[in-house]
């Protein structure tokens, strides 16, 4: 997820916010949704490699459910990685097309997939972001997360440089 300022509510962006689907992905997807995960997450410059490929994202889909958001014409301009663990939710990969980050899309993301894990019976949805990606925790806690602790850092990505690294753990209560 970009660091955008939200822009301004236009009638186009009142009429692109009305136009979205949410939807689970299926495996056909994942060749589109490969390049658009890896586009919102150029922003890591400080790990080795693309954010995700086919195996990784097969293996995600395996454990876990893809929820994607569909413009009108069926485009591809965000997803979100959700897992049930027992009565909570887990939400990982918020990513929106650079394209239309800014715009709102990732708080609906958040929100449809949260919608899901209330439905699911869930009390809580816990989220994990990298330290090194200061704007996240500021941007989730518009979303109404607190931080409740840290985690060790373990990603199939290595990092560039020898930063320290780790996940800052915020919940949210449904």
């Not at 136009?19 to 994942?30: G, I, M, N, V």
């Not at 200061?134 to 989730?140: A, S, V």
Request: charged letters at 25%; aromatic letters at 6%.
């Amino acid at each position: 997820m970009g660091h955008k300022a939200l822009l301004p509510m236009t009638v186009s962006a009142a009429l692109y916010l009305a136009a979205l689907r949410f939807r689970l992905a299926a495996p056909a997807d994942r060749a589109a949704l490969i390049p658009l995960i890896n586009a919102a997450f150029a922003i890591e410059t400080f790990l080795e490699g693309k954010r995700t490929d086919e195996p990784r994202l097969a293996a995600m889909m395996e454990k876990g459910s893809i929820l994607l958001a569909e413009g009108g014409s069926g485009q591809f301009l965000g997803c979100v990685y959700t897992e049930l663990r027992g009565d909570r939710g887990y939400l990982g990969m918020l990513a929106v097309d650079p394209v239309h980050q800014g715009t709102g899309l990732a708080r609906r993301l958040a929100a449809a997939a949260e919608d899901r894990f209330r439905a699911l019976g869930c009390v809580a949805v816990d989220i994990s972001v990298l330290n090194l990606r200061p704007e996240l925790p500021r941007i989730y806690r518009r979303y109404g997360y607190v931080e409740t602790g840290t985690e060790e850092f373990r990603m199939a990505r290595t990092l560039r440089d020898a930063a320290a690294c780790h996940c800052i753990v915020m919940t949210k209560p449904l």
